[in-house]
């Protein structure tokens, strides 16, 4: 009778271990997920940077006031810069 309830015993505790384990690996799997987000970091982070050569200050690409200027494209952080440098 012992034997049968240690037997009960290693089983549920088996179980409880199998249980807990694969909840871990779960939770692992979700983590690395995160990670993978974290590597790959959303637009605004990734996005290229530009000068703008007349105020001489950073802007993100995509609020930045573009003109081709002789043939090359310039940016600039508003229209006010932009008409600066091209009425230089
Ligand atoms: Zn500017």
Known sequence: MKTILILILIYIGYRYLRKSISFKAVNIKAESKADARQAAPPDADSE?????PVC????PIS?????SVSGRVEYFCGPECRDKFISR
């Open 48 to 52: 290229e940077m530009v000068l703008d």
């Open 56 to 59: 001489k200050s950073y802007i």
């Open 63 to 67: 609020s930045s006031v573009s003109s």
